[in-house]
């Protein structure tokens, strides 16, 4: 029997570690993530096409710079209160802040920075800005159903 490939409507499972420029470890994942290669996923293209051809045990690195990850960090969406025009339930760094702009729309921006009585919200990502580096190793590779590839994986399937 041959060993199973990375491939379109695979099913891959993978842990994974971001890393950023100062080595530091902004996330990682060591219980294995599944998703649908070549189908609905929520994977950088530049990482999918990384793990192409991948088997079971391989690791991958792949650095993307802002402009291919979370784009530039925009000073246009931050934004600093004084911390008593500041409901209490959100005057702690890393809450979660739901505004809403003229047109409807709407965005989180977490509180970044509490400082001298002034609270700074932040509606980029938390990675914006940010040259990343992805470690990615293959764990699990299975046939994909034509619903997972549509629709992607929503939980890891067990077998």
């Given at each position: 029997m041959t060993e199973p490939v990375v491939s379109k409507n695979k099913v891959v499972a993978i842990t994974y570690s971001i890393v950023g420029d100062g080595g530091e470890v902004l996330e990682q994942s060591d219980i294995p993530v599944y998703y649908a290669h070549g189908g609905?996923?929520?994977m950088f293209p530049e990482v999918e096409a990384a793990l192409e051809g991948c088997t079971i045990g391989d690791t991958i690195e792949v650095k993307l710079p802002p402009e291919k990850a979370f784009g530039p960090h925009d000073p246009d969406?931050?934004?600093?209160?004084d911390i008593d025009n500041v409901p209490p339930e959100f005057r702690h760094v890393g809450a979660e802040v739901q505004m809403q702009n003229d047109r409807g729309e709407t965005r989180t921006f977490l509180v970044s920075k509490i400082d001298d009585g002034k609270l700074t919200v932040d509606g980029n990502h938390p990675f914006a800005g940010k040259t990343l580096t992805y470690s990615v190793t293959v764990n699990d590779i299975r046939d994909a159903t034509d619903e997972e590839m549509k629709k992607g994986v929503s939980a890891?399937?067990?077998?």
């Open positions: 609905v996923n929520q969406l931050t934004f600093v209160d890891p399937v067990l077998h």
